[in-house]
C-alpha cells in the first residue's frame, strides 16, 4: 500500500504492525525525514523517542499521518 508521506510528516504507527507490539508508545511516532530514491513502499524516519536520532527505514504501510509538514 503506497502511501504519500513528506519530509517533515509526523506519523503514528497502526496499532496493527507487528512492530508496534515489540514498542513502547513513544517509539509508535516517527518523523519522516527523507524519501527512499528507489522505492515508493519505503521511507527514512526517526522514531520520536530515538535520542540518537538515527534514521531508520520504515514502510508506508505500517503508518498513517497524525500531522502534515508545515512548509
Partial sequence: MFRDFKVGDLLRMKE????????????????????HPESSKYF?????????REEQLWSYDQFYLLSKASC
Fill in 44 to 52: 527514512y524516519g526517526t522514531a520520536c523517542s530515538n535520542l540518537l
Fill in 16 to 35: 496493527s504492525s507487528q512492530i508496534f507490539r515489540n514498542r513502547d508508545l513513544d517509539a509508535c511516532l516517527v518523523l519522516v525525514t527523507n524519501e
